[in-house]
């Protein structure tokens, strides 16, 4: 493979001058430099004494073969351009053993980076790739794009830094607050072609007043989680925040009063789920009917001073108007008759006390024929036998005195 060391010789093979140069080192010296230089020799090193991973020659060999070696060389060693070249040339993800300054050295990491762009993730995290000098080209060239980039773990300041445009970071995945960070304009976050939605900006610290001068109707800042106050306070009328969504809670809240509210639309009903009275809701104009539409009682009303006449003319019917307090002349005056009166709940004797001849009642349920009991019920009301029979009912109504 590219890069791949060569196969070690047997030592047998190794030239007689580089055998004598092995001869005169000290023995353990000599020992390693040939075992680094066998297939898979240089991993022993993770338990040669100190002495040997402080070895220029032997760690220099040993990088040479596997440039991962570099993980076990000493500190003083792993801070040591030559060696540290020797690593990365061979293998650019050794840039992760090398001491932290030579891991933004411009040298080692484009040594490193021509070996494997990988190795661009183990960057020391502080390098700037402006200040190493990269820009576009050079890291188009070493095969590393913005989203590799951003993968590595470079901002999108750092990376806007050395020329990649906005719609390139966009397409890379950074956040509406990462790009604001980096410099980028609001408008230039809210265009319809880049995808943020008004939430999203929202997060990323625009505020309503910056998203409505950007053009955001009051209908998408809602979306974003901006309240009715919260747009009113930045010139949005009463009309845009109705039409936005907000309903007649939301904008009261807001500080429009009920006036305001009733002219732009807004019912008894959702006036009345808004928090406002029947008195209230009555004194800008709505009249029995509407009041009796949006749900409130008969009696509330009466409460807040409309008549039996009104209330009657709402749709209210005897129950109801009864529940109000009204008394069966009053209903019986109003034009209900008997047989509302009695579905309503009244005796004979109330209705007899309100004016109610027989006959009528007797047609309105009260009849024995019918239930003979209730003919007891209207002797009850005071009704003689005599009077009961005039309207219609002998001896065996059960309605003897």
Request: glycine share 12%; with cysteine; hydrophobic share 45%.
């Amino acid at each position: 493979a590219p890069g791949a060391p060569p196969p070690p010789l047997p030592l047998e093979e190794v030239h007689a001058d580089a055998r004598l140069a092995l001869v005169l080192r000290p023995k353990e010296q000599a020992e390693w430099l040939v075992k680094v230089c066998q297939v898979g020799g240089w991993f022993g090193l993770q338990g040669a004494p100190e002495s040997i991973r402080e070895d220029r020659d032997v760690m220099r060999s040993a990088v040479q073969w596997n440039g991962m070696a570099l993980q076990f060389a000493a500190n003083c060693l792993r801070g040591d351009l030559e060696i540290v070249l020797a690593a990365v040339q061979q293998e650019g993800n050794a840039l992760q053993f090398a001491a932290e300054p030579l891991r933004s050295d411009g040298q080692v990491v484009r040594t490193a980076l021509r070996r494997c762009p990988d190795a661009i993730k183990h960057l020391r995290a502080s390098a700037g790739l402006k200040e190493l000098g990269f820009d576009v080209e050079e890291l188009d060239g070493l095969g590393l794009n913005v989203r590799l980039l951003r993968g590595a773990g470079f901002g999108a300041r750092q990376l806007k830094d050395v020329g990649f445009k906005f719609c390139q970071l966009r397409r890379a995945g950074f956040s509406a607050g990462e790009l604001k960070e980096a410099g980028f304009e609001l408008a230039q976050l809210a265009g319809v072609d880049v995808g943020f939605n008004p939430r999203q900006l929202k997060a990323a610290g625009f505020n309503a007043e910056q998203l409505k001068a950007a053009g955001l109707d009051a209908a998408q800042l809602r979306s974003a989680g901006f309240n009715a106050r919260q747009l009113k306070d930045v010139g949005f009328e009463l009309a845009q925040l109705s039409g936005a969504g907000f309903g007649a809670g939301q904008l009261r809240t807001a500080g429009f009063d009920l006036q305001q509210l009733v002219t732009c639309g807004f019912g008894p009903r959702k006036l009345r789920e808004a928090g406002y009275s029947a008195e209230r809701l009555r004194s800008v104009g709505f009249d029995s009917a509407q009041l009796r539409s949006a749900g409130f009682h008969a009696w509330r009303l009466r409460a807040v001073g409309f008549d039996l006449a009104h209330l009657r003319s709402a749709g209210f019917d005897a129950g109801q108007l009864k529940v109000a307090g009204f008394g069966p002349g009053e209903l019986a005056d109003s034009g209900f008759g008997p047989e509302q009166l009695r579905e309503a709940g009244f005796s004979a004797a109330q209705l007899r006390c309100a004016g109610v001849q027989p006959a009528p009642l007797m047609s309105a349920g009260f009849d024995a024929d019918l239930v003979a009991v209730r003919c007891v019920e209207l002797r009850d009301a005071g009704f003689t036998f005599g009077v009961l029979k005039a309207a219609g009912h002998d001896s065996s109504s059960g309605a003897h005195p």
